[in-house]
């Protein structure tokens, strides 16, 4: 397609109506406690990376602004959170699976209802296409249903008893306590409730921080929340990162540290904690996925899975390609086709159809990404694709940076953008060093079409990544999947069934095997007197 970066935006008169906001979004309460409490205090503006042309020029829309809470509001939802689940004894931890079901389902139902302006606000905050909103979009609440549904088969498994050597043991999973759960701007949505939507149907009270960028697209779900959970089990937090959630870790009263985002962050969060070996963290963190492509790799493929890998949401991904090492053999040809295929992806507005490549939601990417090329250049780099890494306003067309060295930014550096680093290799041992003497360690791509290449990859790899992709781009999905990490790239596990387990702990409750106490228990589950102790069977 033609290059024209000046006529990227639109004015705001002529943008499609049906993609528009009707009006903007300017939230002046928050959740609580089991209420909407009124905000009267600082806000802070949301604007679009989208520009609109001006007679000023150009200019980031604004749609609308969320509270700047404190110290104060945040303590007093931890406070509700805390007494929500009163030690184990709150009515939301002590509530049968089945009733907890029931109150996510009819929270779902609620959720689908807002479709429309959840997924134009993920659009309108992030620059994520509106395709792939509405893909992130029913993706969660897909993701929510297969929850529901591991639940339902990981009770129907426990509500058994055992006897081994005397003892009769009814073994179940009980929930941790008060989870702060924190999301990532990139998947607001979704990866945040596939830490939020887990942690709360196993029975633990939250406290939720919507991310900073995609902080408004929460707000026609706090409604849900109220009105499907028990008063103090969903309470949501605002304001400065580093100004309130300091206080709520020093408490002591935060169980669970839920967080996708950086490994500085969550190092820091987790020294701030009393009692660290009380505190349990599922963490997505840092990532630099390296592919690897072999001089018998088939090049189309491998070029396909890497604009894919490294250029989806523009590259805004943990799981994107973020370095690329090729056989000096074939890196001539490789190059050619990968810039062959960068320069025809469309890039434009959101709502633009077969749109891929849209602006940065963070102000300060495209300089950041600025820096590095030059620095990629300074130290011996050239810009292979034409048209890398031009800029305007919030959009930064996509940059293929070769040869990249160690002495570059880019090298280690997660860039988090459209930039892709092309490192040449003469043997197989030098991105298995690569890999090993990095700190990150989620996943790698393999290309090749030997099977003895492939196989000597794979045994090294599995012990340094999480996930081993062979002839395919670095990916989440499939949900069922576990999805984790190795060093400073996760902490815990999460796939529909392993993000339950992350959130709660193996509880057991046991008696000797002798008349007496096999009468005490049939009448318990015969009466119904307890939750936990019950062959109740969920269908």
Same mark, same amino acid.
């Given at each position: 397609m033609e290059f024209d970066l000046e006529n990227l935006f639109y004015r705001e008169e002529d943008i499609p109506a049906e993609f528009t906001l009707d009006e903007e979004i300017h939230q002046r309460e928050f959740l609580s406690n089991g209420a909407m409490h009124p905000w009267t205090g600082k806000s802070s503006e949301v604007f679009s990376p989208i520009c609109v042309k001006t007679k000023d020029g150009l200019v980031r829309k604004r749609i609308g602004s969320y509270p700047v809470c404190t110290e104060k509001e945040s303590m007093e939802a931890l406070d509700a959170a805390v007494?929500?689940?009163?030690?184990?004894?709150?009515?939301?931890? +002590? #509530?049968?699976?089945?009733?907890?079901?029931?109150?996510?389902?009819?929270? +779902?139902?609620? #959720?689908?209802?807002?479709?429309?302006?959840?997924?134009?606000?993920? #659009?309108?905050?992030?620059?994520?296409?509106?395709?792939?909103?509405?893909?992130?979009?029913?993706? +969660?609440?897909?993701?929510?249903?297969?929850?529901?549904?591991?639940?339902?088969? !990981?009770?129907?498994?426990?509500?058994?008893?055992?006897?081994?050597?005397?003892?009769?043991?009814?073994?179940?999973?009980?929930?941790?306590?008060?989870?702060?759960? #924190?999301?990532?701007?990139?998947?607001?949505?979704?990866?945040?409730?596939?830490? !939020?939507i887990p942690a709360l149907i196993m029975g633990n009270t939250m406290l939720f921080k919507p991310p900073k960028h995609g902080t408004l697209l929460h707000y026609p779900l706090l409604e849900a929340f109220q009105s499907c959970f028990p008063k103090g089990v969903v309470n949501t937090i605002y304001g400065r990162g580093n100004t309130i959630v300091p206080q709520l870790m020093q408490s002591g009263q935060i169980n669970v540290l839920t967080l996708i985002g950086s490994s500085r962050v969550a190092n820091e969060l987790k020294k701030l904690h009393p009692k660290v070996n009380r505190l349990r963290a599922i963490l997505g963190l840092d990532a630099k996925n390296a592919a690897i492509i072999s001089k018998d790799a088939d090049l189309d493929l491998a070029v396909k899975e890497t604009v894919l890998g490294s250029l989806s949401f523009n590259g805004q991904r943990c799981t994107a390609l973020k370095i690329i090492y090729v056989h000096r053999s074939v890196a001539t040809t490789f190059l050619y086709k990968l810039s062959e295929e960068v320069s025809k992806l469309k890039y434009g507005m959101p709502w633009e159809q077969g749109v891929v490549l849209t602006p940065l939601p963070e102000p300060q990417k495209p300089a950041y990404l600025k820096e590095c090329l030059d620095d990629a250049i300074a130290h011996g780099a050239k810009l292979i694709n034409p048209n890398a890494g031009e800029t305007k306003e919030s959009f930064f067309y996509p940059a293929i940076v070769y040869p990249v060295n160690a002495k570059m930014k880019l090298y280690r550096e997660e860039q988090f953008g459209p930039v892709i680093p092309v490192v040449p290799f003469d043997d197989l041992e030098e991105p298995i060093e690569y890999i090993i003497g990095s700190a990150h360690g989620q996943q790698v791509s393999i290309f090749s079409n030997k099977t003895e290449v492939i196989s000597s990859l794979i045994d090294p790899l599995v012990n340094q990544v999480s996930r081993v992709n062979i002839n395919a781009q670095c990916q989440r999905g499939p949900d069922i999947f576990p999805f984790t990490g190795r060093k400073d790239s996760a902490e815990g596990t999460l796939s529909v069934f392993d993000a339950l387990r992350s959130f709660s702990i193996r509880s057991l409750v046991t008696t000797k095997d002798t008349s007496e106490n096999k009468a005490l228990i049939n009448k318990i589950v015969e009466d119904g007197t307890s939750n936990f102790l019950s062959t109740k069977f969920i269908f």
């Open positions: 007494k929500a689940y009163d030690n184990g004894r709150g009515i939301w931890p +002590t #509530m049968s699976v089945a009733d907890r079901i029931a109150c996510v389902e009819q929270f +779902t139902q609620k #959720m689908i209802a807002k479709r429309d302006i959840v997924v134009k606000l993920i #659009m309108w905050e992030i620059g994520k296409s509106f395709a792939d909103s509405q893909k992130e979009f029913d993706r +969660t609440v897909d993701y929510i249903y297969a929850t529901i549904d591991a639940l339902k088969d !990981l009770d129907r498994d426990n509500s058994r008893f055992q006897i081994e050597q005397g003892i009769i043991a009814q073994i179940r999973r009980s929930p941790l306590g008060v989870v702060l759960c #924190m999301g990532p701007f990139n998947y607001p949505l979704n990866e945040t409730f596939t830490t !939020l």
